[in-house]
């Protein structure tokens, strides 16, 4: 008998506790991921202008809009990735399989520079040049399709997925993960800085097939250590996309747009919460024509239990508010868009001015046209150190409040750096196009570090107006869409890279009507007005600059929120009340 209760005791011994997963011991496996991976696309990225040029005889036009067309593609097919990782397979997945896809895209543009045959034979003189098969640029295009069709996995899914691993529903998960924040900065950073120079040095001035074959090493070695610490992640499972939501609300509002919203219909809300208690919105009172949707005009749209019976007939306050937040941030968005459009003109026309441009230094060396990018990013870097670690820590203990800019002050101030920007860059063109036209050389003798004024005001263009949106994607969103707050950023890269090829193949034909010489197009830079283009950019900026000024500033300010005062625990934040999720309303 004593013999059975020990036994007994010994098979109801408690098991030794699993070790909790998420936190540093895995963001160190995400990390090393994130920094391999971003360096192996940055050196493409950053480089493909050159290599389509030197390696495949593309120019003018073409050269242009096939750059533009695949940056924009990249960025557009994150909101694919965001559906499917909310909806379906979660982020892990969405991860490992985005891994997968973009390492064969690598390995494809590698093989591209290795064999001779996949690409036209190389142009010497500049001039009569043979331009690619059709079925060497399908493959070509194969290439870059899996690249974009990879990044729109990876792009989404690898922020959110690391900020996943912390618990912030503690305060410690919340320091925990403003830590992670500036760690991932700092390799993200560190990562481009590297790509720009090293890589980049290698494919320009060495071997494009070494140049390529580094960022594919780089890429897989980011694969295998993403699943090295695979044991380690939270991976948290997919809860539905937000996305198949706001199409329900749109046309569930549609179908009800004919009926007059009044005070008493307003009290008949379809009320059921969607998920946790925590990730639910408080109600706004902006865009009230949306709640329509969440009217219960009729008791035949509910069953017996009180559910509704079509989601896209009647739709729940939650998934109605889900959607304002988006509609929400639409002005600034458009506002956006104008900014990003600086962006691209340094990776694309930033890039054939350099190249057209004196790079020696010294005797011998060269610099590379790609490295020209690193100013923008050692601009921004150094604007972040000195506002946060000197600017706001010296006022605010100087006046002694808060002396953070605003955030529709950096907005305005993003937009007058892109418009600057392209104003010098027009001045800096048309200097250079006269250097050479009056030496007559296709290579200007004016050196490339006049460059640097323009990619400086680019830099500090994204440091106030880029940095500052997705500061405010973010916190406009609630948790349960921070994935696709992400998506919504890089679409606005994606829709300035398909408006920067539309502009440019308007200009071309607009330009060269009867028989004049188009502004754009020709392989010579010194044959082109590529400084009018950029004035035309300029003009643009104001634009936007009048636009943020009396409209989009106005959507800046957080939302007013319907009856949660007494709902929601209050915070303090600046004269203000702040619920618990993040809403503010009028106190």
Known sequence: MESGRHSSAAMEEPKTPTRKKGGWKSIKY???????????????????????????????????????????????????????????????????????????????????????????????????????????????????????????????????????????????????????????????????????????????????????????????????????????????????????????????????????????????????????????????????CLDKAAMIVDSSELNSTGVAKSKWRLCNVQQVENLKCVVGILPIWVSGIGCMLVNDQQTTFGILQAIQMNRTIGSKFMIPPGWMTEISMITLSIWIFVYEGIYIRKLTKFF???????????????????????????????????????????????????????????????????????????????????????AIFFITLSISSYLNTLMVNIIHKLTGMNGRTPWLGSHDLNKNRLDYYYYIIAGFGVLNLIYFTFVGSKYVAPAKVIGVEEELPQVEDGGRGKNALGDYHEV
């Open 30 to 288: 995400f990390i090393g991921n994130e920094s391999f991976e971003k360096l192996a696309s940055i050196s493409l990225i950053m480089n493909m202008t050159v290599y389509l040029q030197s390696n495949y005889n593309m120019n003018g036009i073409f050269l242009i809009s096939v750059v533009t067309i695949w940056m924009g593609t990249s960025n557009l097919s994150t909101l694919a990735g965001a559906f499917i990782s909310d909806a379906y397979i979660g982020r892990f997945l969405t991860l490992f399989l985005g891994s997968i896809v973009s390492l064969l895209g690598m390995g494809m543009m590698t093989l591209t520079a290795g064999v001779p045959h996949l690409r036209p034979p190389k142009c010497t003189d500049g001039i009569n040049c043979m331009q690619p098969e059709n079925w060497q640029l399908a493959f070509l295009f194969a290439g870059l399709g899996l690249l974009a069709l990879g990044a729109g996995g990876l792009r989404p899914c690898g922020i959110a997925f690391g900020a996943d691993q912390f618990d912030t529903t503690t305060s410690k998960g919340k320091k925990q993960l403003e830590s992670f924040f500036n760690l991932w900065y700092l390799s993200f950073t560190l990562a481009i800085l590297v790509a720009l120079t090293g890589v980049v040095y290698i494919q320009t001035n060495i071997s494009w097939v070494i140049g390529f074959a580094v960022p594919t090493a780089c890429l897989l070695s980011s694969f295998i250590i993403f699943l090295i610490g695979r044991h380690t992640y939270v991976k948290k499972k997919p809860v539905g996309s937000v996305l198949s939501d706001i199409v329900k609300v749109i046309v569930a509002s549609i179908r009800k747009r004919k009926i007059p919203y009044d005070d008493e219909l307003r009290y008949s809300l379809y009320q059921e919460e969607s998920g946790s208690r925590e990730h639910n919105l408080a109600r706004t009172q902006r865009f009230k």
């Open 400 to 486: 002694k409040k808060d002396a953070r800019l605003t955030m529709a002050m950096r907005f305005r101030i993003g937009i007058i750096m892109s418009i600057l920007c392209m104003v010098t860059a027009g001045i800096i063109e048309r200097k250079r196009r006269d250097s050479a036209l009056n030496n007559n050389t296709y290579v200007a003798p004016l050196h490339i570090s006049w460059l640097i004024p323009q990619l400086v005001l680019s830099g500090l263009m994204e440091a106030f107006d880029n940095v500052a949106m997705m500061e405010f994607f973010t916190t406009r969103m609630p948790e349960s869409m921070r994935t696709i707050a992400g």
